[in-house]
């Protein structure tokens, strides 16, 4: 995912649910969604100079009681955190 283009990040309270979406190679746009969100962290203080793109992401990691947590390092040197039940990854290829 290094290089993506983050385009938009939608939670929706009712459900738990968070959507990622991407604009990867060729201009395609893929999603990653988490189910069972319980925190999300989206700074954007842009320290290392202004970005929209994804340098590393780390994980999900398991937590405890089945809770998993992703990060999401942007290029800006925010870091992107989300802890929920599930991760349904984008096809990378």
Known sequence: MHDWTLLTISF?????EVQIN????????K???AEGVINIHIPRLR???PSVSVNTVVGPLILS???YELKIEMQSGDLI?????KFVFPNLD
């Open 12 to 16: 929706t309270w009712e459900t738990g």
């Open 22 to 29: 991407f604009s990867c190679r060729k201009s395609q746009v």
């Open 31 to 33: 999603s990653l969604l």
């Open 47 to 49: 320290e290392w100079g």
């Open 65 to 67: 009681n089945e809770m």
């Open 81 to 85: 955190t989300i802890v929920a039940t």
